[in-house]
């Protein structure tokens, strides 16, 4: 027959260093993971000056990475598909105020608008002018 005594449970033990205990971050750590990452210090060293983990400074990291540069290069190369959305679907305001952002798009001088596509060296320009309205020479 079994020993009817109780069996103690086993102590805890303390997480390992840079578990962190699922603790949430502050801004202020936030702050400072930034600011160690921009001084050119590594993720796993700045995830054991503040006893977190890697994945924790990466997420970090990665969730404060400006992305504008990328954004403005795709939104630009799909500025073909959204002049034809604007003259298709008949609802320019959205596409156009992007557009605007971005510098794709340009008020002229007279009644309209100029589309810029393409990039650097290659341009192309469409315009789209209201009914009367002349074309610039």
């Not at 160690?36 to 994945?55: C, K, P, V, Y």
């Not at 156009?96 to 320009?125: C, H, Y």
């Amino acid at each position: 027959m079994p020993d009817t005594e109780a069996i103690a449970a086993p102590e805890p033990t303390k997480p390992p260093s840079g578990y962190g205990g699922y603790k949430r971050l502050t801004d202020a750590e936030r702050a400072l993971i930034l600011q160690l990452h921009d001084g050119g210090m590594t993720q796993d060293a700045i995830a054991q000056r503040i006893d977190r983990t890697q994945d924790t400074v990466f997420k970090v990291i990665h969730a404060f990475t400006d992305t504008t540069v990328t954004a403005k290069r795709y939104l630009r190369g799909q500025g073909l598909r959204m002049a034809q959305n604007i003259v298709r679907k008949g609802l320019p305001r959205d596409h156009v105020q992007a557009l605007k952002g971005l510098g794709v798009l340009e008020e002229t001088a007279q009644s309209g608008f100029t589309v810029n596509i393409g990039i650097s060296d290659s341009v192309v320009q469409v315009q789209v002018l209201a009914p009367g309205a002349k074309v610039a020479e």
